[in-house]
């Protein structure tokens, strides 16, 4: 484990994890395959306390086969633009 509990609740509650790990009913996964690295909690992203800074772990075009090779092509991702309008 690298996030104890506390931790982890304490980030939940403050808004700072806004992505976690799901499964196909939408409830947390906490392991494998839908959670491809054994994240604690699910979580797949961390925000800094203002929002303002995301951290994103997983590829979001990445899952399945293709978890461990690069797949070509421009994959349309908008969490950057959709950032980026929010606080414009």
């Known amino acids: 484990m690298v996030i104890s ?47 303002r800074i995301l951290g994103k772990m997983g590829h979001s075009e990445r899952r399945g086969l293709f978890v461990h090779i690069n797949i070509p092509g421009n994959k349309v991702q908008r969490i950057f633009e959709a950032g980026v309008g929010y606080f414009s």
């Not at 799901?22 to 797949?44: F, Q, R, V």
Request: aromatic content about 8%; proline content about 11%; hydrophobic content about 30%.
């Open 5 to 51: 509990r506390a931790e982890a609740e304490s980030l939940f509650k403050a808004g700072q994890v806004p992505f976690c790990y799901s499964d196909c009913d939408g409830k947390p996964a906490l392991a494998g395959p839908d959670n491809p690295n054994g994240s604690d909690y699910a979580i797949e992203a961390l925000t800094s306390p203002d929002g």
